[in-house]
């Protein structure tokens, strides 16, 4: 098991990054599909938590046969998906990952945003991480992937027209005003000899490039989504939603990806995992068979959805 906890600076409020995380997660998800992999949306409901308050549940499946490295191609199926459920009670949230066929392979992020630079310690109010397991990304000037480059999302180069934010300089975490902090706790978990260390080693990699992408995004789109209510940016959620779905099914329809492809494996979550979740206050029964569910299920990607 390998647990970090990252921290991740913006040059906005939390109040406003309800909104931006919404917009940002509905665009990126419809960016990153297509070719019979990306992000098909299978749940999106209201849910509500006894100390949380009202909030949204959804399930995911993301389809990344492509990204995997090569060797950890020669222990999974040619397609297959990684499946997320997240509970959103903003400014909390949980997120579950697992494989259908991997039960000792397991994803919890637990995630809190605050209108800060990064500076609470113990944010998640049980106790503080190890120093050396925390993990500072900057969304200005550390680097990602040359792939994920694009001059319009260069936060040097950014300027936000409605709220006359930006360009972003170095050293901006010290002094910018409005500042807020994504705190990211990720518990990475493989337990699979002579695999476990490069598995977790490499998801935690992937994770740390989706979240500065993501972040990085909703700050550059800024100018899309501010001034946007929480009844609008659901609608556009909803639009994307189906835009993205349609792009992923139609993809797999025409290379032959399609169910008949795919692996009939049983899924399970593992008990660490699920007693993890069920300390949180988070009901796991849902998770133990999701294919038993009426309600269809939503993907999720190593280069996936970031929060």
């Known amino acids: ?26 665009k990126h998800s419809s960016e990153q ?29 993301i389809y990344l046969s492509s990204k995997l490295p090569s060797w950890a191609k020669a222990f999974v199926p040619r397609f297959f998906y990684v499946t997320e459920k997240a509970w959103n009670f903003y400014p909390y949230t949980i997120t579950g990952v697992f494989v259908s066929f991997l039960p000792k392979f397991s994803i919890r992020i637990e995630t809190r945003f605050e209108n800060n630079n990064g500076s609470n310690d113990n944010v998640f109010g049980d106790q503080p991480t190890p120093v050396e397991n925390v993990s500072f990304l900057d969304i200005l000037s550390d680097p990602i992937p040359e792939k994920h480059y694009k001059e319009s999302e260069d936060l040097s180069r950014w300027q936000s027209s409605k709220t006359g934010r930006g360009p972003l300089e170095e050293g901006w975490r010290e002094d910018h005003r409005p500042i807020m902090c994504s705190y990211k706790r990720v518990i990475c978990s493989f337990e699979v000899y002579g695999f476990q260390t490069r598995t977790e080693e490499f998801i935690h990699k992937n994770i740390r490039d989706i979240l500065l992408i993501g972040h990085r995004q909703a700050v550059a789109w800024a100018d899309e989504w501010h001034g946007l209510s929480l009844e609008e940016v659901r609608e556009y959620e909803l639009a994307m939603q189906e835009k993205t779905n349609s792009k992923v099914k139609s993809s797999q329809n025409n290379t032959g990806t399609a169910s008949a492809s795919r692996p009939a494996f049983s899924r399970s979550i593992s008990v660490t995992d699920e007693r993890s979740l069920k300390k949180m206050g988070v009901t796991t029964a849902a998770m133990s068979d999701p294919s038993a569910s009426s309600v269809p299920q939503s993907p999720i990607r190593l280069n996936s959805t970031p929060e």
Do not use: A, F
Not at 9 to 20: A, H, Q, R
């Open 1 to 26: 098991m390998l647990m970090k906890e990252y921290r991740i600076c913006m040059p906005l409020t939390v109040d406003e990054y309800k909104i931006g995380q919404l917009y940002m997660i509905s």
């Open 33 to 61: 599909s297509g070719g019979g992999e990306g992000v098909e949306v299978v749940r999106n409901e209201p849910d509500s938590h006894p100390q949380h308050g009202p909030g949204q549940v959804t399930e995911k499946r």
